[in-house]
């Protein structure tokens, strides 16, 4: 039973040392960054009603989610995604605000998936959310944050890549495809699934030609020539729409040097349910998944009982921490010097001394009775760790 208890459950690590220190870190960093735009924190519950994470609302199917009953016997679950709590807490606050809001936050998320061996169950977020402004310059400020942060984290071979759900609801739509041929067709494109597809498009009763337009999406993605190849496969206004709003975002991005991060993606439709318009994925070397995802979600506030447009995107910590060990990025810490004061009883007084003048400036001291453990090599002790030696 003992041996039992000092080991973690599957999906959850232990983190310390110089990993922590990384890892937070780079967490300090980069929501340093996004204040830096104007983004202010915001802290939701760990878990939260069942129902904010369910139905439209969801993100995760009900069996990955970890759920349990308070005493009043609610059923609770705890947090799968940032953006349904966001969402929830905004309607309540701020239900009559109607001007531009800025969110952003960092914690902890929980998904009970055994999909993916290896795959953490607890995994680190950190991400932001703009909510109340549906114009492309909104897109276009998220997208820009994105690729300041990764840059800041030194990568700088890395791809965002952008689509619009519009544009396969658009099509949908001209073609009168149900609710539910449409979420399994969906399902299909996203995952690349050129037999997928075709298989649910043998069940429908399409003309072959409009057969063809949706078998080609999985593989509608590349530079800003692909946006040109998809006007020739549609006439519907939405879907056309869908195609000028990613030329807008592409021309202001160019605008500030930043086309070369960016390539497209129509067939790139997500599993999340409250996306409605612009989505994206940050992609880099060392993943095969990406690290950052975000999108538009005009019609989730409304779940919650208030009408407003939002963007936002989450940054997975562990996966780009993971990254940056592959890519040989080295992390600088700025730890400054740190001593180590070894002292016995008649010394104690100059010891303290030493130790609270060197802590006024900032430098972090350790202090070590050497009486307490006799036989200790402390210089050893405080090489194998980094210290400065401080003898009294």
């Known amino acids: 039973m003992l041996k039992k208890l000092i080991h973690t459950p599957e999906g959850v690590r232990d983190i310390y040392g110089t990993e922590y220190r990384d890892k937070l870190f780079i967490e300090d960093t980069i ?7 104007g983004y202010e924190d915001i802290q939701t519950p760990g878990f939260e009603f069942f129902d904010v994470f369910s139905g439209n609302i969801g993100t995760t199917p009900s069996k990955e989610l970890y ?6 016997g609610n059923t609770l679950a705890l947090r799968p995604d940032f953006t349904p ?17 800025r969110f952003c936050y960092s914690g902890s998320i929980f998904n009970n998936t055994s999909e993916y061996q290896g795959r953490l169950k607890e995994t680190t977020e950190i991400g932001a959310e703009l909510i109340n402004d549906t114009g492309t310059d909104a897109d276009v400020e998220i997208l820009m944050m994105v690729i300041d942060i990764l840059k800041k984290c030194s990568l700088n071979d890395f791809q965002i890549s952008i689509g619009n759900l519009e544009f396969f609801k658009g099509l949908c739509a001209e073609y009168g495809i149900d609710e539910e041929k449409e979420l399994m067709l969906r399902a299909a494109i996203n995952d690349k699934s050129y037999f997928g597809t075709l298989d649910i498009l043998d069940s429908l009763e399409l003309k072959e030609n409009v057969k063809d337009i949706f078998s080609r999406m999985p593989a509608l993605f590349g530079g800003i020539d692909t946006l040109d190849e998809a006007k020739g496969y549609v006439s519907n206004t939405r879907s056309i729409n869908a195609i000028a709003r990613l030329e807008r975002i592409y021309e202001i991005l160019k605008l500030n ?12 439709l997500s599993k999340y349910n409250y ?6 994925r940050g992609y880099t070397h060392g993943s095969g998944d990406a690290i950052i995802r975000g999108g538009r979600y005009d019609n989730l506030l409304s779940e919650f009982g208030k009408k407003a447009g939002a963007i936002g995107f989450c940054i997975m910590i562990d996966q780009l921490m993971s990254v940056l060990k592959r890519q040989n990025i080295s992390i600088d810490t700025h730890v400054t010097e740190k001593y180590l004061i070894s002292y016995d009883d008649k010394t104690r007084t100059g010891a303290y001394d030493k130790a609270m003048s060197l802590r ?7 202090m070590i009775n050497k009486e ?11 090489n ?9």
């Open 31 to 37: 929501l340093k960054l996004i204040r830096n735009y």
């Open 67 to 72: 759920k349990f009953f308070d005493k009043e």
């Open 85 to 101: 709590s966001i969402a929830r807490s905004t309607a309540k606050y701020f239900a009559d605000e109607s001007m531009p809001m």
């Open 257 to 268: 040097g930043l086309e070369k991060y960016i390539s497209f993606d129509l067939g790139m």
């Open 275 to 280: 996306y409605t318009g612009i989505i994206f």
């Open 360 to 366: 006024k400036e900032n430098k972090p001291v350790t």
């Open 372 to 382: 307490e453990f006799p036989g200790t090599d402390i210089d050893k002790y405080a």
């Open 384 to 392: 194998d760790r980094g210290y400065t030696l401080i003898t009294f």
